[in-house]
């Protein structure tokens, strides 16, 4: 985006290919984490090659929670879309139904009404705060344990968390898995006296900001081992499509939400937190960052809800209702609490008149996060590797869908 | 016993067949079994087999504001350690025999709860195929707890309703086993792989049609009798 172009050459070795000076039958180690650890976030495995202590390759295997979503996808009407891709990146649904939802409106030609789009854009922002309390809680929890201090933070944040699942609670009857989106608009309304409870939230979360910036920060365990850990070279990340907070640590502007504004964003002023450390330090501060500014949009958005209808088209009573013309196809994205999070739609091309997708395509994330792992872990130690995965926040069933 | 002992009552006391007050001390009787038995289901150690949504919302259950520590139950990470393992989440065909495994590392006696419509059945992912139509087809599970995700209120009910089980098993109570709750789907449209149903031909179709991009052209060139059509548009609610 702001990066030269000559600057793109690669100009690293490729870590699955140059092992250097070792032997990789005679004096390395392998040694498979996951898929069951409790500090891969899920089933990710990698297979890590150490020469005592240090990691010399890794290797991540994906797949372990790979449920068919874009199979499934086509086999269901547009309506019926919706609930299945929640459970893709499951720390986050809100964002997955937008993104969806988005990619069937461009196709459609359907503009939300801009009551949609602010209540949208409002519980995007909050959710993207519960996102990040779940990252920021799980990675204190990976790097201190209950000995060093990471299990405070780690009940901190979900102690807010649930307060704004209470939030959504109220609006959609669930705590997640909401299925509170729909082509054209939204689902439920907003509650009576919602926005004063949000505001509520919001301001009492926004305050506790400082408080796990410190928890980090004046950590010595924390410190040491995040500190000058996992450097991402932009250009690096940049190449393998890595975007998001990651890149947002490593000194590259580009926020979705401010460069190619959608929903309620263009009527808003944002400020994109970004820092130049690029280790997993600034990675979690990035985060946080982003949190006190996610609360300041939402709370800034829920004074100007605009009154009117919450759909622009009728309630679907039909499954079959929505139907898109044959072949035509689209491409929409949103900025998630992980980075670009995109959905490819190619409409019915045989069964003439269906409603249901010929194709679709989730372009995550997270996928794009972890291929950085062959890059960072090496010449750190085992522990680091730790350290390395949770800072890049990767969700499985994003990643595997 | 006077009114203000029984204002607080020690669960210790609920196993004890009596107990003798002599000055200074209380002397309690029992049977070795109903200690051990309420010391078995008042520690449930719980290893979750936490692999997607299920697992954040297990999380959300032993963390501040559900607190499973309350009735004993704390998370372990490694299976040696445990008495109870949660499946919480989508089991696939890759990840089976990891789940297995794990299991048959956990010492006896062990039980296992599975948490959530993936769990117990396979959910909407039932059809799919790399997504196993529910863990007890290759594990015992002694608690259903359905749910997508189950509430944590649920899982604490779940855990309770285990203990329960414990008590009436070593008392030697009738026990009705849990059922599966009926999924109320239809049976997988082709059979999965691993089943005797399952012929070669199915394999070369499906390879063929992903080749393709031709959903069923195999089948249909074949001669094979073909896959049902997609189901016609419901009226909902």
């Given at each position: 985006m702001r990066m030269p172009l000559d600057l793109l050459l690669p100009s690293w070795p490729d870590p699955h290919l140059d092992l250097g000076e070792y032997d990789p039958e005679a004096d390395l180690v392998a040694l498979n984490m996951g898929p069951q650890h409790p500090s891969t976030h899920g089933v990710l495995r990698v297979k890590l090659y150490l020469d005592g202590e240090t990691v010399v390759k890794a290797v991540p295997y994906v797949g372990y929670l790979h449920r068919g979503v874009e199979k499934l996808c086509e086999k269901l009407t547009y309506v019926q879309i919706t609930p299945i891709v929640d459970k893709n990146d499951y720390v986050s649904p809100m964002m997955n139904e937008w993104a969806v939802?988005?990619?069937?409106?461009?196709?459609?030609?359907?503009?939300?009404?801009?009551?949609?789009?602010?209540?949208?854009?409002?519980?995007?922002?909050?959710?993207?705060?519960?996102?990040?309390?779940?990252?920021?809680?799980?990675?204190?929890?990976?790097?201190?344990?209950a000995i060093g201090g990471g299990a405070t933070v780690f009940l901190y944040c979900l102690r807010e968390r649930e307060l704004i699942l209470d939030l959504f609670e109220e609006v959609t009857g669930c705590r997640f898995h909401y299925n509170t989106h729909t082509v054209g608009g939204m689902r439920h309304d907003l509650p009576a006296g919602w926005d004063k409870r949000a505001k509520a939230v919001l301001d009492r979360i926004s305050a506790r900001t400082w408080e796990y910036e410190r928890f980090l920060l004046d950590n010595p365990i924390c410190r040491q081992r995040a500190e000058g850990i996992a450097v991402v070279d932009p250009t690096l990340a940049m190449e393998l499509g890595v975007s998001g907070p990651i890149l947002r640590a490593s000194g590259v502007d580009y926020d979705m939400r401010r460069d190619a504004p959608y929903g309620a964003y263009g009527d808003i002023d944002i400020?994109?937190?970004?820092?130049?450390?690029?280790?997993?330090?600034?990675?979690?501060?990035?985060?946080?960052?982003?949190?006190?500014?996610?609360?300041?949009?939402?709370?800034?958005?829920?004074?100007?809800?605009?009154?009117?209808?919450?759909?622009?088209?009728?309630?679907?009573?039909?499954?079959?209702?929505?139907?898109?013309?044959?072949?035509?196809?689209?491409?929409?994205?949103?900025?998630?609490?992980?980075?670009?999070?995109?959905?490819?739609?190619?409409?019915a091309r045989e069964r003439r008149g269906a409603a249901s997708p010929y194709r679709l395509k989730i372009r995550s994330p997270s996928y794009h996060a972890i291929s950085l792992l062959p890059w960072l872990c090496p010449g750190h130690t085992l522990s680091d590797v730790v350290v390395i995965i949770g800072s890049i926040d990767p969700i499985m069933g994003e990643v595997d869908r | 016993m006077n009114e203000q002992d029984q204002a607080f009552r020690h669960p210790l006391y609920d196993m004890v067949e009596g107990v003798?007050?002599?000055?200074?001390?209380?002397?309690?009787?029992?049977?070795?079994?109903?200690?051990?038995?309420?010391?078995?289901?008042?520690?449930?150690?719980?290893?979750?087999?936490?692999?997607?949504?299920?697992?954040?919302?297990?999380?959300?259950?032993?963390?501040?504001?559900?607190?499973?520590?309350?009735?004993?139950?704390i998370p372990r990470a490694t299976p040696r350690h445990c008495d109870v393992m949660i499946i919480a989440g989508t089991i696939t065909v890759k990840m089976a025999p990891r789940v297995k495994k794990l299991w048959d590392q956990m010492p006896e006696p062990k039980w296992a709860i599975a948490?959530?419509?993936?769990?117990?059945?396979?959910?909407?992912?039932?059809?799919?195929?790399?997504?196993?139509?529910?863990?007890?087809?290759?594990?015992?599970?002694?608690?259903?707890?359905?749910?997508?995700?189950?509430?944590?209120?649920?899982?604490?009910?779940?855990?309770?309703?285990?203990?329960?089980k414990i008590r009436r098993k070593r008392a030697g109570e009738w026990v009705e086993p849990d059922r599966r709750p009926p999924p109320g789907m239809r049976a997988p449209s082709i059979p999965r792989i691993g089943d005797p149903a399952r012929s070669p031909r199915i394999d070369d179709a499906q390879l063929d049609s992903v080749m393709h991009l031709d959903p069923g052209g195999a089948l249909r060139r074949s001669g094979a009798p073909p896959l049902p059509p997609v189901p016609p548009a419901e009226e909902e609610g």
């Open positions: 939802n988005a990619a069937f409106e461009a196709l459609l030609g359907v503009e939300p009404p801009p009551r949609a789009q602010y209540m949208r854009t409002i519980f995007a922002e909050i959710q993207r705060i519960a996102s990040h309390l779940i990252s920021i809680g799980t990675w204190g929890l990976d790097m201190g344990g400020q994109v937190p970004v820092r130049t450390e690029g280790d997993a330090l600034a990675r979690a501060l990035v985060r946080i960052a982003e949190m006190r500014e996610s609360a300041r949009i939402a709370s800034t958005l829920l004074d100007g809800v605009p009154e009117g209808p919450i759909g622009a088209l009728k309630p679907v009573k039909l499954h079959g209702a929505v139907k898109l013309k044959d072949g035509e196809e689209g491409y929409a994205a949103i900025e998630s609490p992980r980075g670009e999070l995109g959905t490819y739609v190619v409409a | 003798a007050r002599f000055p200074g001390v209380d002397v309690a009787f029992t049977t070795a079994d109903k200690v051990l038995t309420w010391s078995q289901r008042n520690s449930l150690w719980v290893f979750p087999m936490a692999t997607s949504c299920c697992g954040i919302e297990f999380m959300a259950a032993s963390s501040s504001r559900f607190d499973l520590d309350r009735i004993g139950t948490m959530g419509s993936c769990a117990i059945s396979g959910d909407f992912y039932r059809d799919i195929y790399s997504v196993v139509p529910g863990v007890d087809t290759f594990m015992p599970v002694d608690v259903y707890v359905p749910g997508c995700p189950p509430n944590p209120d649920g899982l604490l009910e779940g855990l309770r309703r285990l203990q329960d």
